[in-house]
């Protein structure tokens, strides 16, 4: 759970800071950035669902890895801006992406026993990067770390209005 939490906080940090420079950043785009943030982690309903009852609920082959993916998440991100109105799709669209960019960057720094990392850039690629392997997705310290960035940043967007507000 510490990395769920420091996706979702990682997504506040940034969007807040767009708020900062950008009008149309507002609270409701921030909170658009942090559920963007949680997407590609959409694979974990997986363990409440399995592949096999998804696939005969929808009836057609389906699989929840593919929602760990570039692809996976653009697909997502796509239905999850028609729920908009159509004047907020290309700002909820940007902030979706905003927070899965941000998710994606994290994930890339992880440890993999391999080396790589998932096969994020799929369906461009099905091969995994070289990845640095910083830290494990057990790790709390980036939680901790991502916590006080976010506590900092809120600090600084009430001093200056952006989109927390009171300004």
Known sequence: MADLLTHVLSAYV???????????????????????????????????????????ILGVPFGWDALLTVGGVAVVIALGTLLVPRQLRRTTAAMLSLGSLSHFVLDSLLLFPSGYTHPYLWPVTAAGLPGPNLFLSSARWPAAVAVVVAGSTWFVARRHGGADGSG
């Open 14 to 56: 940034l969007a807040t800071l767009l708020s900062l420079r950008d009008d149309r950043v507002t609270p409701a785009m921030v909170t658009a950035a942090m559920v963007g943030g949680l997407v590609p982690d959409l694979n974990r309903l997986g363990l409440l669902v399995p592949s096999s009852t998804a696939e005969s």
